[in-house]
């Protein structure tokens, strides 16, 4: 339901594409409140999901958890006649299932493999996916980090666009791309991301896959305070929301996909959740991936920042490791008048 349409505020956006340069005053005119795409919005909102992840198969089939939904890595599951299929497919029967691809590489140089394209949909089809996501991106992680001053420019909004294109041609639904996590701002970009992000799904009908803690690890390396960043986001494009966990190496925020979430990306939870409407959301833990139940009680910790939250759902786990190491980045950012 739309009961106002946020109004952009240009000189501000323009502002978040450079470092340090940021203004304090709010990037709307008025707060939008939950709406979505006429084009997303069949894309349900599923609860609070995990990974599905290998360590997990046997308990999930013979213990059916009550978890909301799954998120599935397709690359996992695409052999045609594997056991890891076979478990994809017996999940999908009891849960909403998402797959979110690493391969399409919509930002490379090379086109998207058409071999890849046809099995992604083919699974996609089995497991009636609610929808397909990938990351904003070549298809080699380290090449993300290294191009993100390219991705911010007309140009490359132009090659990205006309291959989203293709891509939900090949796919027949629309894509949901995901905010890169970048280890340093770009003084040359043309466009913030948010702008980026916000012309690419006018221009093409895509979703928006909105990763927090990348949000928060891009902001403080690249020197823009993510409430301003949060308040350009497109918000009737979000489908989905990532949460995950970061580490400060010393010069810089990285999102490890390890470890609990730092309560510094709750917060910036908190007002994405509301402000998307309460889109479905999804905890990324991928190194040291503990037991099930630890799992899904770290993504039940987004609970105590819904409304009528309370810090007792926090309660579940225990303390954050590496809770310092974030109030250390941002301590040291600080200096650099970014908080
Ligand atoms: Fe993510």
């Given at each position: 339901?739309?009961?106002?349409?946020?109004?952009?505020?240009?000189?501000?956006?323009?502002?978040?594409?450079?470092?340090?340069?940021?203004?304090?005053?709010?990037?709307?005119?008025?707060?939008?409140?939950?709406?979505?795409?006429?084009?997303?919005?069949?894309?349900?909102?599923?609860?609070?999901?995990?990974?599905?992840?290998?360590?997990?198969?046997?308990?999930?089939?013979?213990?059916?958890?009550?978890?909301?939904?799954?998120?599935?890595?397709?690359?996992?599951?695409?052999?045609?006649?594997?056991?890891?299929?076979?478990?994809?497919?017996?999940?999908?029967?009891?849960?909403?299932?998402?797959?979110?691809?690493?391969?399409?590489?919509?930002?490379?140089?090379?086109?998207?493999?058409?071999?890849?394209?046809?099995?992604?949909?083919?699974?996609?089809?089995?497991?009636?996916?609610?929808?397909?996501?990938?990351?904003?991106?070549?298809?080699?992680?380290?090449?993300?980090?290294?191009?993100?001053?390219?991705?911010?420019?007309?140009?490359?909004?132009?090659?990205?666009?006309?291959?989203?294109?293709?891509?939900?041609?090949?796919?027949?639904?629309?894509?949901?791309?995901?905010?890169?996590?970048?280890?340093?701002?770009?003084?040359?970009?043309?466009?913030?991301?948010?702008?980026?992000?916000?012309?690419?799904?006018?221009?093409?009908?895509?979703?928006?896959?909105?990763?927090v803690a990348n949000v928060y690890a891009s902001c403080l390396n690249g020197g823009v305070d993510p409430r301003l960043y949060?308040?350009?986001?497109?918000?009737?494009?979000?489908?989905?929301?990532?949460?995950?966990?970061?580490?400060?190496?010393?010069?810089?925020?990285?999102?490890?996909?390890?470890?609990?979430?730092?309560?510094?990306?709750?917060?910036?939870?908190?007002?994405?959740?509301?402000?998307?409407?309460?889109?479905?959301?999804?905890?990324?833990?991928?190194?040291?991936?503990?037991?099930?139940?630890?799992?899904?009680?770290?993504?039940?910790?987004?609970?105590?920042?819904?409304?009528?939250?309370?810090?007792?759902?926090?309660?579940l786990v225990e303390r954050r490791r590496g809770e310092g190491d974030l109030v250390a980045a941002q301590a040291h950012l600080?200096?650099?008048?970014?908080?």
């Amino acid at each position: 339901m739309l009961a106002g349409r946020a109004v952009p505020n240009r000189d501000l956006d323009k502002s978040l594409g450079r470092r340090g340069n940021v203004e304090s005053k709010p990037l709307f005119l008025t707060v939008p409140e939950p709406w979505r795409s006429p084009a997303l919005a069949e894309f349900p909102s599923l609860g609070l999901g995990v990974a599905l992840r290998e360590p997990h198969f046997e308990q999930i089939l013979t213990q059916w958890p009550a978890i909301d939904w799954f998120e599935a890595t397709p690359e996992n599951h695409l052999g045609p006649a594997t056991v890891a299929r076979a478990v994809l497919r017996r999940v999908a029967e009891r849960y909403p299932v998402a797959l979110h691809s690493v391969s399409i590489g919509i930002s490379g140089l090379a086109e998207p493999r058409r071999t890849y394209l046809q099995a992604l949909k083919q699974l996609a089809d089995e497991v009636k996916a609610v929808w397909i996501s990938d990351h904003l991106g070549p298809r080699d992680r380290l090449a993300a980090d290294e191009t993100r001053v390219a991705f911010l420019d007309e140009d490359l909004l132009a090659r990205t666009c006309a291959r989203v294109r293709r891509v939900q041609d090949a796919l027949e639904r629309p894509l949901v791309l995901e905010n890169p996590s970048s280890v340093a701002g770009s003084q040359q970009a043309t466009m913030s991301e948010p702008e980026f992000l916000r012309c690419l799904c006018e221009e093409t009908d895509c979703g928006l896959l909105l990763d927090v803690a990348n949000v928060y690890a891009s902001c403080l390396n690249g020197g823009v305070d993510p409430r301003l960043y949060l308040d350009a986001v497109p918000w009737e494009r979000v489908v989905q929301l990532h949460v995950g966990g970061l580490e400060w190496s010393g010069r810089q925020v990285v999102d490890t996909h390890e470890g609990p979430v730092d309560v510094a990306v709750w917060e910036l939870f908190r007002t994405a959740w509301r402000r998307s409407g309460g889109a479905s959301t999804s905890l990324e833990w991928d190194g040291a991936v503990p037991a099930l139940p630890r799992l899904h009680a770290e993504v039940l910790r987004a609970r105590a920042y819904m409304p009528g939250g309370s810090a007792s759902d926090e309660g579940l786990v225990e303390r954050r490791r590496g809770e310092g190491d974030l109030v250390a980045a941002q301590a040291h950012l600080a200096t650099k008048s970014v908080l």
